[in-house]
């Protein structure tokens, strides 16, 4: 299985940027569907991005598309979430997710999963 470890995450204001990174290791990267969830206490996560095995094909959740750019990297085994004119509902632990399986929106799929990295964004 792999792992996965997110870093980038941090206090911003809103319109600012961030760019999350997630590293993977142990397993073929490029055989698995990457995404990018978030979640706020008391709430469900969400899916916010992903991108398919070639980094040809990307889905995003409405509310971030314009803003947000999700990419890969299979040379460095890294997925990425380029994050511009953040908002405060951005505001979220944001996770990295790998999938094995064949839909890359199919939230399901997503079995393993990082630690989590914390982004705020003030008003």
């Known amino acids: 299985q792999v792992q996965l470890v997110e870093s980038g995450g941090g206090l911003v204001q809103a319109g600012d940027s961030l760019r999350l990174s997630c590293v993977a290791s142990?397993?073929?990267?490029?055989?698995?569907?990457m995404g990018w969830f978030r979640q706020v206490p008391g709430k469900m996560r969400e899916l916010v991005a992903t991108?398919?095995?070639?980094?040809?094909?990307?889905f995003y959740r409405d509310s971030v598309k314009g803003r947000f750019t999700i990419s890969r990297d299979n040379a460095k085994d890294t997925t990425y979430l380029q994050m511009n004119t953040l908002k405060p509902e951005d505001t979220a632990v944001y996770y990295c997710?790998?999938?094995?399986?064949?839909?890359?929106?199919?939230?399901?799929?997503?079995?393993?999963w990082g630690q989590g990295t914390q982004v705020t964004v003030s008003s």
């Open positions: 142990g397993s073929d990267f490029s055989t698995y569907i």
């Open positions: 997710g790998a999938s094995a399986g064949s839909i890359i929106y199919k939230f399901t799929d997503f079995t393993s």
């Open positions: 991108v398919s095995r070639n980094g040809r094909n990307t």
